[in-house]
Nanobody, 128 residues
Framework: EVRVVESGGGSVQARGSLRLSCEVS????????MGWFRRVPGKEREGVAV???????DYAHSVIGRFTISKPNAENTLYLQMDGLKPEDTATYYC??????????????????????WGQGTQVTVSA
């Protein structure tokens, strides 16, 4: 059974930082894409950042230079380091896993419907 469990959300003031974590267990295939998506009520789900099994990464234009996705090889945990947070980053953030996967990170960022495992979501609130 694959489990995807996020943690690390919270409230922060603008220009602050947060780090989201996502513990993934039970994968049986070597290839994957792992990503962070976010949703604001009334808006479409947005891809934030993705990393593929071979280290390829891609980011939404709005977070480039502020967010960093990482998946250390020795860990079963996906991270999203968020610096320079803005009020418009306020959303529920979801960790998602696509496995097996032969996609590039760029393609996977725009195709949330291909992810087969999702976490429960963690709220990030950024105040002005």
């Amino acid at each position: 059974e694959v489990r995807v469990v996020e943690s690390g959300g919270g409230s922060v003031q603008a220009r602050g930082s947060l780090r989201l974590s996502c513990e993934v267990s039970g994968l049986t295939y070597r290839t994957y894409c792992m990503g962070w998506f976010r949703r604001v009520p009334g808006k479409e789900r947005e891809g934030v950042a993705v990393v593929s099994w071979d280290g390829d990464t891609d980011y939404a234009h709005s977070v480039i230079g502020r967010f960093t996705i990482s998946k250390p090889n020795a860990e079963n945990t996906l991270y999203l380091q968020m610096d320079g947070l803005k009020p418009e980053d306020t959303a529920t953030y979801y960790c998602a896993v696509m496995s097996p996967s032969g996609m590039t990170a760029k393609r996977a960022l725009d195709l949330p419907e291909y992810y087969n495992y999702w976490g429960q979501g963690t709220q990030v609130t950024v105040s002005a």
